[in-house]
């Protein structure tokens, strides 16, 4: 047995070294290392090859580098111009995180509006990463207060909100898409079921340009909660309204519609059995 192994453990030495001996040129000498590729800087092209003007050396470490030449140009407000009276400050789960980078990332099907919600915001907010946890949290409502009864809200927005054309967030925006969106039957979007109750959506009113009310019929003490699930509340009026058939006659629901990102419908949900494969789920669509 002893022989036998010793034999087959030189013939797996020999076989070893003979590879070695055909393999490829051995490792080039260590020498100096090759100098660093630089990295890109701001004045690099971007990835359509639009070689940018040149970013100020220096500029306000807390808004994004890639705005500083906007502001040192005068073509964008500075922060502290462009910023609410009383500003929401979100704490980073782990770390501040650095300015830069490209994401990458990509979905398909419905839930493809995840992406776009990201744009969008409630008059509540809940704490993230995860929903249902803790309180609702103020977000384009500073503070709210209802009365004894819960048929009463009260909502102070928060002052000097500004769309991304820089146009003024007030009431009347959230007015524009409550009545002229949400609760016009002639728009492909519908108020939320959750803001019902027993079947009646309640009444907002417009107090001034950043308090409005909202009147339920009987009491509600989800008002908060409510709002945290809403991925929108408000449209710019002072343009979405150049959409709509009741300020622009020239306009129709079909233009307006038209820039609904996702279109809830509705009446009652149907399932078509034809968007039913075998092997897998079926999709109830309206």
Same mark, same amino acid.
């Given at each position: 047995?002893?022989?036998?192994?010793?034999?087959?453990?030189?013939?797996? +030495?020999?076989?070893?070294?003979? +590879?070695? $001996?055909?393999?490829?040129?051995?490792?080039?000498?260590?020498?100096?290392?090759?100098?660093?590729?630089?990295?890109?800087?701001?004045?690099?092209?971007?990835?359509?090859?639009?070689?940018?003007?040149?970013?100020?050396?220096?500029?306000? =470490?807390?808004?994004?580098?890639?705005?500083?030449?906007?502001?040192?140009?005068?073509?964008?407000?500075?922060?502290?111009?462009?910023?609410?009276?009383?500003?929401?400050?979100?704490?980073?789960?782990?770390?501040?995180?650095?300015?830069?980078?490209?994401?990458?990332?990509?979905?398909?099907?419905?839930? $493809?509006? %995840?992406?776009?919600? *990201?744009?969008?915001?409630? *008059?509540?907010?809940?704490?993230?990463?995860?929903?249902?946890?803790?309180?609702?949290?103020?977000?384009?409502?500073?503070?709210?207060?209802?009365? @004894?009864?819960?048929? @009463?809200? +009260?909502?102070?927005?928060?002052?000097?909100?500004?769309?991304?054309?820089?146009?003024?967030?007030?009431?009347?925006? %959230?007015?524009?898409?409550?009545?002229?969106?949400?609760?016009?039957?002639?728009?492909?979007?519908?108020?939320?079921?959750?803001?019902?109750?027993?079947?009646?959506?309640?009444?907002?009113?417009? %107090?001034?340009?950043?308090?409005?009310?909202?009147?339920?019929?009987?009491?509600?003490?989800?008002?908060?909660?409510?709002? $945290?699930?809403?991925?929108? %509340? $408000?449209?710019?009026?002072?343009?979405?309204?150049?959409?709509?058939?009741?300020?622009?006659?020239?306009?129709?629901?079909?233009?307006?519609?038209?820039?609904?990102?996702?279109?809830?419908?509705?009446?009652?949900?149907?399932?078509?059995?034809?968007?039913?494969?075998?092997?897998?789920?079926?999709? =109830? +669509?309206?």
């Amino acid at each position: 047995m002893n022989r036998r192994f010793n034999w087959s453990l030189s013939i797996l +030495i020999m076989f070893s070294m003979l +590879i070695a $001996a055909c393999g490829g040129e051995g490792a080039p000498p260590v020498g100096p290392a090759a100098a660093a590729t630089e990295a890109p800087t701001a004045e690099a092209a971007d990835d359509d090859g639009d070689a940018s003007a040149e970013m100020p050396s220096d500029g306000n =470490p807390n808004e994004s580098p890639m705005l500083w030449a906007a502001v040192a140009s005068g073509e964008l407000p500075s922060l502290e111009e462009r910023l609410p009276v009383n500003p929401l400050v979100v704490e980073p789960l782990s770390e501040i995180g650095s300015y830069g980078g490209t994401l990458r990332h990509g979905s398909a099907g419905l839930f $493809a509006y %995840i992406h776009e919600n *990201l744009t969008r915001e409630s *008059l509540t907010r809940w704490e993230a990463p995860l929903a249902n946890v803790g309180p609702p949290l103020p977000n384009l409502a500073e503070s709210w207060e209802a009365n @004894e009864d819960g048929t @009463e809200v +009260i909502v102070h927005l928060r002052e000097g909100i500004k769309w991304s054309d820089g146009e003024l967030f007030t009431s009347e925006d %959230i007015e524009f898409y409550w009545y002229d969106v949400m609760l016009d039957e002639n728009a492909t979007e519908s108020l939320p079921n959750i803001l019902f109750v027993e079947g009646e959506a309640p009444v907002l009113e417009v %107090i001034d340009d950043f308090t409005i009310k909202f009147t339920y019929p009987k009491p509600y003490y989800f008002f908060a909660e409510g709002m $945290a699930t809403l991925s929108e %509340i $408000a449209w710019p009026k002072h343009y979405m309204s150049e959409f709509h058939p009741k300020y622009n006659d020239q306009a129709t629901y079909e233009d307006l519609n038209a820039h609904t990102e996702l279109e809830t419908g509705r009446g009652a949900v149907t399932l078509r059995p034809g968007c039913w494969k075998s092997g897998t789920r079926a999709m =109830p +669509i309206g």
